[in-house]
């Protein structure tokens, strides 16, 4: 639509694996986001024929662009005692991401356990990783990863503000840069410019996100320049098969020292049981995004 040139980078399972010890040698700390590997080889590529990109990282955490926003403001419109009754019914489903029936249970699962939820525990919930009792179990020394969130209200504008000074940098920020600087790739992120920043965060919150449309302003800015189908897909994240890698591939097997007890206690930063559950766990599901 806009004349630009597009190259697809195929990534072959093999090489992926091959690579993953680059991929993980990349950080300097534990970090939960899978999108990271195929970040590291689009940098990868990208590098070979350029010095410097451009990403669209912070569109989403300044206009609304997630479905956590979307789930967020709808459950706002349910009354608190509507949202004690609804939950467990909803919490009874299950499903992941693998299909897009399995998607939607996923869905009213995680629906479900917001529900249980006043703000800002509705914030946490949405923005974890992992469960918000998992922390305390696996880290030894929990107290200096303890979220402190600042005085906010439950609205989506202090929402998208919190995103900002949690999600951006603490991962998606962090995760490319450290995968472009792996490589030798400049990447700028004009949505980050301040002044887009502050306008961004003055502008109505039903601007941004009307519970049925995510980055409102955004697309009706540009609903000229672009096909509609472009506004109309679904969200699409920039997963990687990350549970098949780990069981089919059978990548534990080839690095023992992964869930090796001696090794996690001379680490001193896991419980080593609490690993070797999760392990369980994820060898025992369907999906890894469960949560």
Do not use: C
């Amino acid at each position: 639509a806009l004349g630009t040139r597009h190259h697809e980078i195929r990534l072959n399972e093999s090489n992926v694996i091959a690579e993953l010890e680059e991929v993980l040698a990349s950080f300097d700390e534990p970090f939960a986001d899978a999108s990271a590997i195929a970040v590291y080889f689009l940098a990868k590529e990208t590098a070979q024929h350029l010095k410097v990109s451009l990403s669209g990282d912070g569109a989403d955490e300044l206009f609304g662009g997630y479905n956590k926003h979307t789930a967020f403001l709808k459950a706002q419109r349910i009354p608190s005692w509507q949202r004690k009754a609804l939950s467990p019914v909803m919490r009874f489903s299950s499903g992941h991401r693998e299909g897009k029936f399995s998607n939607q249970l996923r869905k009213i699962v995680k629906m479900g356990e917001l529900l249980r939820y006043d703000w800002p525990d509705q914030y946490q919930y949405l923005a974890a990783m992992i469960g918000l009792d998992v922390p305390d179990k696996l880290l030894k020394h929990p107290q200096p990863y303890k979220l402190e969130l600042p005085a906010t209200t439950a609205s989506l504008n202090d929402f998208l503000l919190l995103d900002q000074l949690m999600v951006l940098p603490g991962d998606m920020l962090k995760k490319v840069d450290v995968m472009s600087m792996r490589h030798s790739l400049e990447v700028r992120t004009p949505f980050m410019d301040k002044d887009v920043v502050k306008l961004a965060n003055r502008l109505p919150a039903n601007w941004k996100n009307d519970r049925k449309t995510s980055k409102l302003i955004l697309k009706e800015a540009f609903a000229d320049l672009l096909p509609d189908e472009v506004f109309k897909r679904p969200k699409h994240g920039f997963e990687v098969p990350l549970h098949q890698w780990l069981v089919t591939a059978d990548l534990v097997s080839k690095h023992p020292l992964w869930l090796d007890e001696d090794y996690l206690e001379a680490q001193n930063l896991f419980h080593p049981k609490t690993i070797q559950q999760l392990f369980s766990q994820l060898t025992n599901s369907k999906s890894s995004t469960t949560a």
